[in-house]
């Protein structure tokens, strides 16, 4: 079991930076793929970024490449989303996944791949 818990949600205008944070705890906790996905109101959830266990190894979807970054500690068992010059279809709640492995460059984009997640996070951009 991993526990996932994300902080760092607010309200920002249109044009400022937030950075999520997302905890994870339990067995295998320090041993995952993880990623962010997004679900704004009346839409399917979707993917945001990914990163391998390693940290070597990312991918975003093209609605956020070059205005968010994603990373982690794995000391601290954190997965962090920055995002920058956000946009009002920015918002959404956000969710951090987790899915155990042994390799150290894989991600996953597919939610369906993730067993893991986290309740997820309220992120507000207004214009």
């Known amino acids: 079991q991993v526990q996932l818990v994300e902080s760092g949600g607010g309200l920002v205008q249109a044009g400022g930076s937030l950075r999520l944070s997302c905890a994870a705890s339990?067995?295998?906790?320090?041993?995952?793929?993880l990623g962010w996905f997004r679900q704004a109101p009346g839409k399917e959830r979707e993917f945001v970024a990914a990163?391998?266990?390693?940290?070597?190894?990312?991918a975003y979807a093209d609605s956020v490449k070059g205005r968010f970054t994603i990373s982690r500690d794995n000391a601290k068992n954190t997965v962090y989303l920055q995002m920058n010059s956000l946009k009002p279809e920015d918002t959404a709640v956000y969710y951090c996944?987790?899915?155990?492995?042994?390799?150290?460059?894989?991600?996953?984009?597919?939610?369906?791949?993730?067993?893991?997640w986290g309740q997820g996070t309220q992120v507000t951009v207004s214009s």
């Open positions: 996944a987790a899915s155990p492995t042994y390799s150290g460059t894989s991600y996953y984009t597919d939610k369906a791949m993730y067993d893991y």
């Open positions: 339990g067995r295998s906790s320090n041993t995952c793929r």
């Open positions: 990163i391998s266990w390693s940290g070597r190894n990312t």
